[in-house]
């Protein structure tokens, strides 16, 4: 991440010394330089929208299928103000191989309120938190009391063999 925002900094650099010598060293017409400066604005604007998933900002793209909750955190929404809410899920995905942690905005719902928050305390006993997508949920009436986005389960420990298995002293020989 820190290399993207080096190179997104050292384009802006570059670009303005693009800007400044087409400004200072040339005998253009003022449409073509204003047009420039216009253009290399509009780049730079594009540039840091094309790196904004690299900045760690929640994201409502969907998410993967099967994952496993990190953690979570709830903004309710305000009475009296247009703040509506949002549930804050981090999660990683199960079963992909060194898969980096995500975190994704999700509409407030009281319901999925409750279901997180029992999702968390589960998590403080020690009970891993997993977590799948809701095919019936609808994207246009989230925050409407109709559908959860996602829906919370118990990953069982990883049991391992016994160390006196015959079996497994019989194939380290």
């Given at each position: 991440m820190i290399a993207a925002i080096i190179g997104l900094v050292a384009l802006v650099l570059v670009l303005s010394l693009l800007l400044l010598s087409l400004n200072v060293g040339t005998t253009w017409s003022w449409q073509v330089k204003a047009g420039a400066i216009v253009a290399t604005m509009l780049t730079v604007v594009l540039?840091?929208?094309?790196?904004?998933?690299?900045?760690?900002?929640?994201t409502a793209q969907d998410m993967p299928d099967n994952m496993r909750m990190l953690a979570a955190d709830v903004v309710e929404p305000r009475k009296g103000s247009n703040k509506k809410g949002a549930i804050y899920v981090w999660v990683k995905p199960i079963g992909e191989h060194n898969a980096l942690p995500r975190a994704y905005e999700l509409p407030y719902d009281p319901e999925f309120h409750e279901m997180v928050i029992?999702?968390?305390e589960r998590s403080r006993q020690g009970v891993?938190?997993?977590?799948?997508g809701n095919p019936d949920y609808d994207k246009?009436?989230?925050?409407?009391g109709l559908g959860?986005?996602?829906?919370?389960?118990d990953i069982k420990p990883l049991r391992l063999p016994d160390k006196t298995d015959q079996r497994l002293g019989e194939r380290a020989r």
């Open positions: 540039s840091y929208f094309a790196v904004y998933e690299l900045l760690g900002w929640p029992t999702a968390l891993k938190q997993g977590v799948r246009n009436a989230a925050g409407q959860l986005p996602l829906n919370f389960f």
